[in-house]
């Protein structure tokens, strides 16, 4: 194996540019792996843990840009090298309105009518720069993880004051005066906007909306952690503020995972003092029916309808479940085929279909519920068990499921050789920032699947819930006449997923 390195020194390409070329350039031919990233020391041991650590690398400075790759041939070495650099020009032409700048307050000063800032950078470097762009009365979207609580607390606090909104740490979902950030899909406008504590989940409101010919005026992301006992909920209180003050907002959809209770019960307080509807989804908290302006969800899906026909002045009309098609491939089950592993790539995605379950069935998470009875990374999965494969401990140095699915992939052929196993769950996400083929990415592996557990004399259920529009770029049509030619039962909604798997568990 020949190992080529190449650093580019002071070159800064943010994260989730790097992580989808890096994923393009695992696919090429002559390539036997490759990693593409900063120089900084996590990154460094993760090239080192793959094998691809050359003594370049271990000089380079958390400035320089690495691109490191294995060949089986030398010789391919250039040829490689211009098709690297044939992806990154493909990739900023994709964003051919970008210009760059070697200091953020160069950006400002010439960028001066630009209103956000978004960070995509190792997180113990944002708090420095995340107080430039505040001070500069820009509001800031962090997509960075690993950012001290402190240093999220401090910035909130300073953007509160200024009325200015910190989104994130790792907030992956924003749509801004319909603009997409991030993770984002492709949906109408209209007048409901949306704060969320929550990516996956946001993104599930918007495209639910979408799907019921209703449109987002904004979506605003916070974080994950900033409905805990810590943060306090500052941003989701200053986005509901925002919203509040929006004439083209005319009902307000609240999204988060299971947030500290004093701080929930902080938040619904607030609202009650408002005037505009308020539909609230705080998944696993035990709220249902309507309070003054709140209307409880129990799921994020069912929040998009009942927030649509809030807008629309239509009863709230619950769309139920078909399990015909499920029911009927269950009939081929053997007696050892008992449970469900469900392999996500958005984690509010595992957290609802977790809480759809646990009511009537045991189930285990690496996300949900107590902390002590957790998945941990690497465990051996046993029983009704849910992964995010999100997670912080399965994307350490690599890219999100969302935009490279191979560790997923991975995992769906290891549950496959377990004879406990039904069916596995699957969740496909379209929009910005997502592998341009998602289910063709997985498609190897599902057939690889079926034709283990065949081989054992067993039908394996897939059932999958594509979250997307058809207005997205990844073809949504085409993308779920893929899972019809691989015989996966298609989910309507993550609601519908949750709801499949619990009448499969009930009829096994």
Do not use: W
């Not at 139920?320 to 098609?325: M, N, P």
């Not at 009927?328 to 790539?345: D, E, H, T």
């Not at 285990?364 to 990374?377: L, Y």
């Amino acid at each position: 194996m020949f190992i080529h390195a190449l650093i580019k020194p002071n070159t800064y390409i943010d994260s989730m540019m790097l992580m989808a070329l890096s994923t393009k350039v695992n696919d090429l031919p002559l390539v036997e792996k490759a990693m593409i990233g900063m120089g900084t020391a996590m990154n460094k041991q993760v090239i080192g843990d793959v094998g691809l650590m050359t003594e370049e690398i271990e000089n380079a400075d958390k400035n320089d840009l690495i691109i490191v790759f294995a060949l089986k041939d030398a010789n391919d070495a250039d040829t490689v090298l211009t098709q690297i650099e044939e992806l990154r020009t493909a990739q900023s032409q994709g964003t051919s309105t970008t210009k760059n700048y070697n200091s953020l307050n160069k950006a400002i000063s010439s960028e001066p009518e630009s209103n956000l800032v978004l960070f995509s950078i190792p997180g113990e470097y944002v708090y420095q720069e995340a107080l430039t762009a505040l001070n500069h009365n820009k509001h800031v979207m962090i997509f960075s993880d690993n950012v001290p609580l402190q240093d999220e607390i401090s910035l909130k606090k300073l953007a509160q004051e200024k009325s200015l909104l910190v989104m994130g740490p790792d907030c992956g979902t924003a749509i801004i005066n319909q603009i997409g950030l991030c993770f984002a899909n492709e949906v109408s406008k209209g007048n409901i906007g949306v704060v969320a504590a929550s990516g996956t989940g946001s993104q599930e409101v918007s495209v639910q909306i979408d799907a019921l010919n209703a449109g987002i005026s904004q979506l605003i992301g916070v974080g994950g952690r900033d409905l805990s006992e810590d943060v306090g909920g500052i941003m989701m209180l200053q986005g509901i503020k925002m919203l509040h003050a929006d004439p083209k907002t005319q009902i307000i959809t609240l999204i988060s995972k299971p947030p500290a209770k004093s701080i929930q019960d902080k938040i619904i307080q607030y609202v009650q003092t408002l005037q505009k509807p308020f539909v609230v989804c705080f998944i696993g908290a035990d709220m249902q029916g309507q309070e003054g302006n709140i209307t409880f969800a129990r799921s994020t899906t069912e929040a998009a309808q009942i927030a649509v026909a809030l807008s629309t002045q239509t009863p709230y009309v619950p769309i139920k479940t078909d399990a015909t098609e499920l029911l009927q491939s269950a009939k081929s089950l053997q007696s050892s085929q008992k449970y469900i592993r469900g392999l996500f790539a958005g984690g509010t995605v595992c957290d609802e279909v977790f809480y759809a379950l646990k009511e009537n069935n045991t189930v285990t998470s690496n996300v949900a519920g107590p902390v002590e009875s957790r998945n941990q990374f690497g465990e051996k999965l046993t029983g009704n068990a849910l992964i995010d494969f999100g997670d912080d401990a399965y994307t350490q140095g690599k890219p999100h499921p969302m935009i490279d699915p191979s560790f997923r992939s991975a995992a769906i052929v290891e549950q496959a050789k377990d004879p406990s196993v039904a069916a596995i769950l699957l969740d496909i996400e379209l929009g910005f920032g997502a592998h341009d083929d998602p289910v063709g990415a997985m498609e190897v592996s599902i057939q690889e699947a079926q034709k283990i557990a065949k081989a054992d004399g067993r039908n394996i259920i897939f059932i999958a819930y594509i979250l997307g529009t058809h207005k997205d770029f990844q073809n949504k049509t085409t993308q779920l006449q893929k899972l019809e030619s691989l015989n996966v039962i298609n989910a309507n909604s993550v609601a519908d997923l949750g709801a499949l798997a619990r009448q499969l568990l009930a009829s096994i």
